[in-house]
């Protein structure tokens, strides 16, 4: 699953979700322009600080209703 | 639309709407709870005499949630095992699931879910320490929206308004009350928990649910927990009662102390324990 973000540093990026939570690259950062220009990427636990807290709480529900097993409904485009 | 009259809580309190009173068995669980001479016989006395709550206590003692791994038969073998403070939530628990039965499911499990997450909060976040137990915790998620059951029970017109404001206008819904009938389920709701002589903190965290500055200096902390936990649980895609519209402030964020490493710590709280929601739902009926 992707999802087009603004990051707290003013950028733009998208986050990547391709597995559970209980995988640290479960999540990840796009951030173009992040490294010097180049596109860079970041796993979720190391870029926390870029989402802000809202963010934060919006992507793990969506990581947890795509790939987790507590029981949250999956969402829409993967019923 | 527009037609409606609009009150300040006084008003509205004293011209349409009446309170309805914590049960007597529950007001005088609190009271003997407070009584240094009292017995835990006397307590569970009190609950078996009040048919209604003694079963939903039984069933909520003997549910996951509580997880105590052994079958409790009576009343008085809870007390014995779980301590008069707890028993004090769990009769609090089982009136507000009796007074919300007749509610729609879905406002009933975002009640449960936020209640799970402030749960979370106290177990694995910043509240830590702030309030007694877990248990505790999960009182004021369920009781957050209490105000808009007594809305929606007292001024059912007005009420289908401010649905319908909500989703023109794309703004919050206690916006939306008070900008049609004066007073919002924060306040409304509170005055509620006052009058069932509820804790400090409570009272307080669900009039500042929508603006923690609306709680004492000393409670805004649980009060911004709050407003985060009914966030989540809005987040989870559990189908809503309304088009959930949060502007939570940095403030607010600031307040709560759920930030960075601790907000993924208590969200992961949250679903772990999220499998009780549905469990609590059918105790709930």
Known sequence: ?79 | MGGAKTYDIDTLLDEVITLPSLPDSVHRINELIEDPDCQLGDIAHVISGDPAIAIKTLRLVNSAYYGLGQEVATVEHAVVLLGVKVIKNLATTATVFEAMKGSATQFLQHSIATGVAMKSFVDHGPLKGMLGSGDEAFIFGLLHDIGKVILQEYLPDAYREVAGYVRDNKVAWHVAEQHLIGVDHASLGARLAAKWKLSKPLIHAIAGHHNFQAADEDCRKIAAALAIADLLASKTGLPSYEDPVFNLSPECWERSGLRGDDLVRAVGGFFDDFGTVNELMVLAH
């Open chain 1, 1 to 79: 699953m992707v999802g087009e973000v603004a990051y707290t540093d003013g950028h733009r990026g998208n986050i990547v979700l391709v597995g559970p939570r209980s995988n640290p690259k479960g999540a990840a950062l796009l951030i173009p322009g992040g490294n010097a220009g180049k596109p860079a990427t970041k796993l979720f636990p190391d870029g926390i600080d870029l989402l802000g807290p809202e963010l934060t709480v919006e992507l793990l529900c969506m990581q947890e209703r795509a790939f987790g097993a507590c029981g949250l409904p999956k969402p829409l485009e993967l019923d």
